[in-house]
């Protein structure tokens, strides 16, 4: 049963930093890239990176390069978001997200996705 747990969302003021955390099971890493995406109200959800550990590489989306880190803990089968200065427009939830690795798609884009975890709601004070 694949299950993706995020958490560490909460209430931060603009400016600071934010760690949140994925917990994966029910399915191999190496067959899947994770990702992290995020939803605002009244927005379509979109993704902001990605990670294969199979190729050893990392996505970004188009706003997400600089402000945005992500990272893994295979031990702990745990993928790590980090996101520094946040600022109000980062308010939105969070997800995390398993995509099965696979030619002619495009990683970050939602539509891929084969199973999402449930969110973490971030909100940013300005």
């Known amino acids: 049963d694949v299950q993706l747990q995020a958490s560490g969302g909460g209430l931060v003021q603009a400016g600071g930093s934010l760690r949140l955390s994925c917990a994966a099971s029910?399915?191999?890493?190496?067959?899947?890239?994770i990702t992290w995406s995020r939803q605002a109200p009244g927005k379509e959800r979109e993704g902001l990176i990605c990670?294969?550990?199979?190729?050893?590489?990392?996505w970004y989306g188009d706003f997400a390069e600089g402000r945005f880190t992500m990272s893994s803990d295979n031990a702990k089968n745990t993928v790590y978001l980090f996101i520094k200065t946040v600022k109000p427009e980062d308010t939105a939830k969070y997800y995390c997200?398993?995509?099965?690795?696979?030619?002619?798609?495009?990683?970050?884009?939602?539509?891929?996705?084969?199973?999402w975890g449930k969110g973490t709601q971030v909100t940013v004070s300005s």
């Open positions: 997200a398993a995509t099965r690795l696979r030619t002619g798609i495009r990683l970050l884009d939602p539509v891929w996705v084969d199973y």
């Open positions: 990670i294969s550990e199979r190729d050893n590489k990392t």
């Open positions: 029910g399915f191999d890493f190496a067959d899947y890239a």
